[in-house]
T-cell receptor
Framework: GAGVSQTPSNKVTEKGKYVELRCDPI?????LYWYRQSLGQGPEFLIY????????DSGLPNDRFFAVRPEGSVSTLKIQRTERGDSAVYLC????????????FGQGTRLTVV | AQRVTQPEKLLSVFKGAPVELKCNYS??????LFWYVQYSRQRLQLLLR??SRESIKGFTADLNKGETSFHLKKPFAQEEDSAMYYC???????????FGAGTRLFVKA
């Protein structure tokens, strides 16, 4: 079966523009996570969904960042008024939603803000 | 606050030598700890988790609550172990997972 899929794989945008990053989780996985990874750092937690609801969005850096998962499957991470500091690899992961179970990661979207 | 520290950015060992990748966490409760690995040009994937007490690809990790450590060990490193290793931690009952900065392991022939 297919793994976690993220599109686009690369995105270059101008400062101030709006971007959307998409994540298709593994079918049947109720939990979905977004992380941001800057160069030389580990993945930084942004938000976690259980089903359609954001169970923990404490990692979103500010109100320019927003994520949705309207039908409990595909999720979109939205960034408004992008800044150069938003440049990073954005990772999505999904899991069965049971504590301690493995999270499966996508290949990431590399966002570059110029 | 949850924090995971991996003090070594790079660890280089010879094939057949023992390897230990260090990980310390800061959390006063009972944590859930994992090691993830990223091989070249591949996705991040789970290596092992402390609740399973398993050995994967010859690697083991023991949770030491007194030292708040979860070091990853392998007695005889192989060239195919060369990769980026991330220690991560979740609070008991929580899904928010905090990753360390990672250690790049390079196993020389």
């Amino acid at each position: 079966g297919a793994g976690v899929s993220q599109t686009p794989s690369n995105k270059v945008t101008e400062k101030g523009k709006y971007v959307e990053l998409r994540c298709d989780p593994i079918s049947g996985h109720t939990a979905l996570y977004w992380y941001r990874q800057s160069l030389g750092q580990g993945p930084e937690f942004l938000i976690y969904f259980q089903g359609t609801g954001a169970a923990d969005d404490s990692g979103l850096p500010n109100d320019r960042f927003f994520a949705v998962r309207p039908e409990g499957s595909v999720s979109t991470l939205k960034i408004q008024r992008t800044e150069r500091g938003d440049s990073a690899v954005y990772l999505c992961a999904s899991s069965l939603g049971v504590l301690g179970t493995e999270a499966f990661f996508g290949q990431g979207t590399r966002l570059t803000v110029v | 606050a949850q924090r995971v520290t991996q003090p070594e950015k790079l660890l280089s060992v010879f094939k057949g030598a023992p390897v230990e990748l260090k990980c310390n966490y800061s959390y006063s409760g009972s944590p859930e700890l994992f090691w993830y690995v990223q091989y070249s040009r591949q996705r991040l994937q789970l290596l092992l988790r402390h609740i399973s007490r398993e050995s994967i690809k010859g690697f083991t990790a023991d949770l030491n609550k007194g030292e708040t450590s979860f070091h990853l060990k392998k007695p005889f490193a192989q060239e195919e172990d060369s990769a980026m290793y991330y220690c991560c931690h979740a609070r008991t009952g929580g899904f928010k997972t905090i990753f360390g900065a990672g250690t790049r392991l390079f196993v020389k022939a």
